[in-house]
């Protein structure tokens, strides 16, 4: 399944400009930061595992 977008992980913009396939991403291009290391790059479900909530509420 296609995502909608990516999210540029340099400048945590959403990225509309990218190429999928096989379950990944093959070429993105940020035109906010201009990055385009595909390593850089996460899918929205990524992106809320690397930033999920529950590193923020552990603080007990
Ligand atoms: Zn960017």
Aim: one cysteine or more.
């Amino acid at each position: 399944m296609t995502p909608d977008y990516l999210i540029c992980l340099e400048c945590e913009s959403p990225c509309y400009i990218f190429e999928w396939a096989d379950e990944k991403v093959k070429e993105a291009t940020c035109t906010v930061c201009g990055n385009d290391e595909i390593e850089s790059f996460a899918t929205e479900d990524e992106y809320e595992a690397l930033t999920g909530d529950d590193r923020f509420s552990r603080s007990r």
